[in-house]
Nanobody
Framework: QVQLVESGGDSVQAGGSLRLSCAAS????????LGWFRQAPGKEREGVATINIYDSSTVYADSVKGRFAISQDFAKKTLSLQMNNLKFEDTAMYYC?????????????????WGQGTQVTVSS
C-alpha cells in the first residue's frame, strides 16, 4: 500500500523560496511515477512536475519551468520540490501523487495515490 505524506508548506513573500518534501512509503520498485500537483481555491487540480523513479526523467508545467525543481531519492523513499522565485499565482494546496507505470504525464487523472496536501501561500 502506497502512502504519501507531504510537508514543507508555508507562507512566504513573492520572490522567496520553499522546499516541499513527500515521504513515499510502499513504493517498492522503480516502475513508478511520482509527481507534485496543486489546487487553488475555485480552480482545477493541475500538474506541477513529475519524475520517473527509474531514470529520474522529469516533466514540468510551463508555468514553473526554470523556477521549480523536482527530485527523488528512491533509497530514502522521498520526493522533493524546490520552489524558487515564488509568485502570488503559485498559492495553492500542493499534493504529492504516485502511479504505477512509466508514463509520467502531468494529468492528475493518471495518478491513483495521493497525499493530504500541504499549503503554500505567497503574498505579493
Amino acid at each position: 500500500q502506497v502512502q504519501l505524506v507531504e510537508s514543507g508548506g508555508d507562507s512566504v513573500q513573492a520572490g522567496g523560496s520553499l522546499r516541499l518534501s513527500c515521504a513515499a512509503s510502499g513504493v517498492t520498485h522503480s516502475t513508478y511515477c511520482l509527481g507534485w500537483f496543486r489546487q487553488a481555491p475555485g480552480k482545477e487540480r493541475e500538474g506541477v512536475a513529475t519524475i520517473n523513479i527509474y531514470d529520474s526523467s522529469t516533466v514540468y508545467a510551463d508555468s514553473v519551468k526554470g523556477r521549480f525543481a523536482i527530485s527523488q531519492d528512491f533509497a530514502k523513499k522521498t520526493l522533493s520540490l524546490q520552489m524558487n522565485n515564488l509568485k502570488f499565482e503559485d498559492t495553492a494546496m500542493y499534493y504529492c501523487a504516485a502511479r504505477f507505470g512509466a508514463a509520467c504525464r502531468l494529468a492528475h487523472s493518471d495518478y491513483n495515490y495521493w497525499g493530504q496536501g500541504t499549503q503554500v501561500t505567497v503574498s505579493s
